[in-house]
């Protein structure tokens, strides 16, 4: 079993920068891919950024390439999201997930098991 809790949501202005973390508990991840995913209101879950085992490859969705960075501290059992230049379509809540383990890299919520509550990111113009 494995437990994922997300903080750092919150409120911000356009243009403004946010860093989500997710950290694992129950048992290590190092051996699982990750990855971070959004849900706006009225909208599919969708995938914004995931991060192989080791950390070395990175998949980003088109609309924040360039903007969002995902990263991971396998010795803190923890994965990141830094997020610039946010825009309101950003909005929604942002859910830390993670693979099983010794998995083939996924960029679909269905190649995820456990996923955290999720934290809100809400970007005001």
């Known amino acids: 079993q494995v437990q994922l809790v997300e903080s750092g949501g919150g409120l911000v202005q356009a243009g403004g920068s946010l860093r989500l973390s997710c950290t694992a508990s129950g048992r290590t991840v190092y051996n699982s891919y990750m990855g971070w995913f959004r849900q706006a209101p009225g909208k599919e879950r969708e995938v914004v950024a995931a991060i192989s085992s080791s950390g070395g490859s990175t998949y980003y969705e088109d609309s924040v390439k360039g903007r969002f960075t995902i990263s991971r501290d396998n010795a803190k059992n923890s994965m990141y999201l830094q997020m610039n230049s946010l825009k309101p379509e950003d909005t929604g809540v942002y859910y830390c997930?993670?693979?099983?383990?010794?998995?083939?890299?996924?960029?679909?919520?269905?190649?995820?098991?456990?996923w955290g509550q999720g934290t809100q990111v809400t970007v005001s113009s």
């Open positions: 997930a993670t693979g099983p383990r010794y998995g083939l890299w996924s960029r679909n919520k269905e190649g995820y098991d456990y």
